[in-house]
């Protein structure tokens, strides 16, 4: 009997074991997790989380470098089996993310009998799968020992915080928490325009935290953002410098020290934008607002933003900007042409949050 046979034959004890994860990078932890789920479940389902989001020191891989890293620690037979799809975040809302979940696991398990398929949640024996488990009540966990001394987190601050010496990490075998070829993906990785576009943010990062080192406690930030909506379009700017120099973001900054947080987003919309809306109008339009205080959700450190939500009456006519030199490029987007990879740090789901969009891509 063949190789092929005897796979076709094997008891397994589940019909789907779900990883949840964002493998920035995949490390040998992560590969003997999905080892684990192959020999224990006929199909298995990885969900890589934070897909569709714009490169950042935090999230440096795409989704698609993130599955083919994945994909190359295993052989075809052992691919076969192992659905590799993205997952898209819901920092605010638990629901929303825990339904794109189910859905995703719901349409790749369709097994050709009519029973229910027995699925599991399988991870690391401590660390986010615990938290997982809560929110899915309805599938068995599967716990699997944690592999000491690899961390990704640590992986990235090797890779930022030695710059010039990448090459000397990887042909002295410093990375030897990686797969091999993981290895060469990070090897031509930092090759890239992309690493030394984040050797710069992680600089700027640097010299951002030495100013506040002498701090009594670590600081903590607060920022304002006008989430601007008229007739199927939002305000955004085009960030000109890093960090996220490229992408588009809110409207917004930090607040003076004497001023409350609703007149910090009227002035940041007057004299950065000069956006041709009355006060009085723009405080008429006021429809909501919202902190947003997700722990890593900015690379300056523990940054609070509350944004104000302004649905501005439909006009065939959007209003006007006049952005001050040198700032940053304001624009009316359609949002229909939103995309979560263009747009800086968190702002993508702080618009979700207002407008309800759809947390899978698929339906957009």
């Not at 192959?38 to 020191?57: C, M, P, T, Y």
């Not at 989704?63 to 037979?77: C, L």
Request: aromatic share 10%; net charge neutral.
């Amino acid at each position: 009997m063949n190789s092929d046979a005897v796979k076709s034959t094997t008891a397994y004890d589940f019909d789907c074991l779900v990883f949840i994860g964002r493998f920035q990078p995949p490390h040998l932890g992560h590969l003997a997790i999905i080892r684990e789920a192959l020999k224990q479940a006929r199909q298995v389902i990885v969900l890589v989380g934070s897909a569709w989001q714009a490169r950042s020191l935090r999230n440096p891989w795409t989704f698609d470098e993130r599955q083919a890293m994945i994909r190359s620690g295993f052989d075809d037979q052992d691919n076969q089996r192992l659905e590799i799809t993205p997952l898209l975040d819901a920092l605010y809302n638990d629901d929303v993310w825990v339904r794109d979940v189910q859905r995703k696991v719901r349409d790749l398990t369709s097994p050709a009998n009519a029973r229910l398929p027995r699925i599991g949640l399988i991870g690391a024996s401590r660390g986010q799968s615990s938290y997982y488990l809560s929110l899915f009540p309805q599938w068995e966990s599967i716990s699997v020992p944690l592999v000491e001394s690899i961390s990704a987190s640590q992986i990235r601050e090797r890779l930022f915080r030695s710059p010039g010496s990448t090459d000397d990490y990887l042909s002295t075998g410093a990375y030897h928490d990686l797969p091999p070829e993981v290895v060469k993906s990070v090897d031509k990785f930092c090759k890239g325009i992309a690493y030394h576009g984040l050797l710069e943010e992680q600089q700027l990062l640097d010299q951002y935290k030495q100013a506040w080192a002498q701090a009594p406690y670590p600081p903590i930030f607060v920022t304002v953002n006008a989430v601007v909506v008229q007739s199927g379009h939002i305000l955004l700017v085009k960030r000109m410098a890093a960090p996220g120099k490229g992408l588009l973001a809110l409207p917004g900054g930090f607040i003076n020290p004497h001023e409350r947080l609703l007149d910090a987003c009227l002035r940041e919309l007057r004299e950065r934008l000069r956006l041709k809306v009355p006060e009085p109008v723009l405080k008429g339009s006021l429809r909501g607002q919202r902190l947003f205080d997700e722990p890593h959700r900015s690379w300056r450190g523990r940054t609070l933003a509350e944004a104000f939500y302004f649905a501005l009456r439909p006009d065939q006519q959007l209003p006007r900007l006049k952005p001050v030199k040198g700032g940053d490029h304001a624009r009316w987007v359609a949002l229909a042409d939103l995309e979560p990879e263009s747009l800086f740090e968190d702002h993508f789901f702080i618009i979700q949050n207002f407008l309800g969009l759809p947390a899978d891509l698929g339906t957009f």
